[in-house]
């Protein structure tokens, strides 16, 4: 009992010793973004989703038609999205109704976008939605259809051990 | 504006900058008007003047008024002595947290100065003293102020006999070694007074622990450093010291010396025995009452203290400043200190924390039995003639 309390003890430290010497994966916050490639996208034709991050949605209002599968598809899961009238003229759209997203129901599981037969409703590696008041959080379809900025400027570099970035 | 804490540290050296280029023009003035007044001598104000300027001068100034290097106040206050040791504890603590945070695979104190942190202990000082002094209403309100100064001043009397170097030493004394093992005798009773004047039961609960953890290591300790003393002869640390010209006691003495570190562990509470001030169960022990300086001088002595024993070890095993002649003896037993801290700090990383009964029965079963068989071991060398 005692030879292994004290192999245990000697064990310890020399996981502890061989962790100093490791490199760290911390990234500091703020001021350091990690860069993300791509949001999470799905092709209808083939009906493949491809990986990536499900943050914010991007809306390409040009080629909305205002089918409104994507409210549907949204229904029963997180109830987040209104289909509501849009100003202006739009030729794919005959009734001027585009999806309105309200992010402080969200839950990101990216139905919306394979619901979309028509590859206008995408998801961008965007994930600071905070806001200081809760109507913010409602984003208008003037608001989606916005690229987000790339904010991205630490690479992750995948190692054989682990990853860790510059 | 002022934004992160090493514009903070600027602005304020910048203020005193300005305080010293400004202040002649008000005291020159006022100086020069008390002159007729009081009748003191002209050249003497002087002196004093081109001294605050000119550093030659301002060393010779302070000389004369036997201040200088060599006086024993300086040795006191600043290099064997206080200032010193305050300086090697606060750098424990910073090295420490980044240790223990490399340890556990985090990154520890980064933002507080430009390289990795390491303006962390002013700014930790800083905050300190920005903070109130709360004293409980239920506390007895004289033992709970006596208690820091006490635990400073018995970190600080350990320094009096303990040599860096054969010239670098404040006060020697035949049994240089004794004085610190019977200062140290005190530091379960500054926490015991800390405990009961908090009158909160997480701190007494923390007194009592301490005390039990008393009975466990005192003995050993105490009985682990003899086996040096029956090697050398002498309770003279410089003695000790120089009779390790050739081989140091780690050898010789190997049980000894695990002996006394653990016990040296159990004395500064660390990991594993950091029953007294154990954070998962009793809040922070015999501490949980002490809030901004309080606390800093709390911490001090007991970092003081921790740099006393880890001196301590390196002398009396370690061969303390003995070393190849190209480094000076100080920078010797320096490394060697820093390996030794390392060696105290290490376990808290990763070890977790032992029982009350479990460290009772370490102490009483193991320690004191294991301690009496490495005496017995010294006596057999020294009959020898090893040493």
């Known amino acids: 009992m005692n030879y292994k309390l004290i192999s245990g003890i000697l064990g310890a430290f020399v996981v502890g010793l061989r962790n100093v010497f490791k490199r760290r994966m911390t990234l500091k916050y703020p001021e350091e973004h990690l860069e993300i490639e791509s949001g999470y996208t799905y092709d209808a034709k083939t009906e493949t989703g491809s990986p990536g991050f499900k943050g914010r949605h991007i809306l390409y209002t040009d080629k909305c038609t205002g089918c409104s599968l994507c409210a549907i598809a949204c229904e029963n899961i997180a109830d987040c999205i209104d289909m509501v009238k849009v100003e202006g003229s739009w030729p794919t759209n005959p009734k001027n109704i585009m999806p309105q997203i309200d992010y402080g129901r969200c839950v990101f599981c990216g139905f919306c976008v394979d619901a979309c037969p028509f590859d206008c409703l995408f998801m961008t590696p965007e994930y600071e939605l905070s806001a200081t008041d809760k109507r913010k959080l409602v984003h208008t379809p003037f608001q989606l259809a916005v690229f987000p900025e790339k904010k991205g400027n630490v690479k992750l570099i995948p190692d054989d051990r682990g990853a860790y970035h510059d | ?387």
Do not use: C
């Open chain 2, 1 to 387: 504006m002022i934004e992160t804490f090493e514009e903070f540290v600027k602005r304020i050296l910048a203020l005193l900058f300005w305080f010293i280029l400004l202040s002649p023009l008000i005291i020159f003035p006022i100086l020069f008007l008390l002159v007729p007044i009081f009748g003191i001598d002209v050249t003497t104000v002087n002196e004093i003047l081109t001294a605050s300027i000119d550093p030659i001068k301002a060393l010779k100034l302070v000389e004369e008024l036997g201040l200088g290097p060599s006086s024993t106040f300086f040795k006191v206050v600043a290099f064997p002595g206080f200032t010193f040791a305050a300086l090697v504890a606060t750098i424990t603590i910073l090295y420490e947290r980044k240790l223990i945070a490399k340890t556990q695979l985090r990154v520890g104190p980064l933002y507080a100065g430009r390289f990795e942190g390491f303006l962390q202990p002013i700014a930790d000082l800083f905050k300190l003293l920005g903070k109130e002094l709360i004293v409980p209403e239920k506390a007895d309100k004289a033992f709970f102020w006596a208690a820091p100064i006490l635990s400073l001043a018995l970190g600080a009397s350990l320094l009096a006999v303990i040599p860096l170097s054969p010239t670098i030493y404040i006060a020697r004394s035949d049994f240089s070694l004794l004085i610190p093992f019977a200062i140290i005798g005190f530091s379960p009773l500054v926490v015991l007074i800390a405990a009961w004047a908090s009158s909160n039961k997480f701190a007494f609960i923390g007194g009592l622990r301490a005390l039990h953890q008393l009975a466990a290591y005192e003995i050993p300790m105490l009985i682990s450093i003899l086996g040096v003393v029956v090697l050398t002869g002498s309770f003279d640390l410089m003695e000790i010291v120089e009779a390790q010209k050739n081989m140091w006691f780690i050898i010789p003495q190997f049980l000894g010396a695990i002996i006394f570190y653990i016990t040296i562990l159990s004395e500064l509470e660390r990991v594993p025995f950091d029953l007294p001030e154990a954070e998962t169960e009793i809040v922070s022990g015999w501490l949980t009452e002490y809030t901004g300086m309080h606390f800093g001088l709390l911490q001090l002595g007991v970092y003081i203290k921790f740099y006393v024993l880890a001196l301590l070890f390196t002398l009396l095993f370690l061969g303390g400043w003995n070393g190849p002649a190209f480094l000076p003896p100080v920078v010797w037993l320096l490394t060697k200190l820093f390996f030794v801290i390392s060696l105290i700090i290490f376990p808290r990383a990763v070890l977790p924390r032992l029982r009350l009964d479990q460290l009772i029965r370490i102490g009483w079963a193991w320690l004191i039995a294991l301690s009496f068989i490495n005496l017995f071991i010294a006596v057999i060398e020294s009959s020898l003639g090893v040493i």
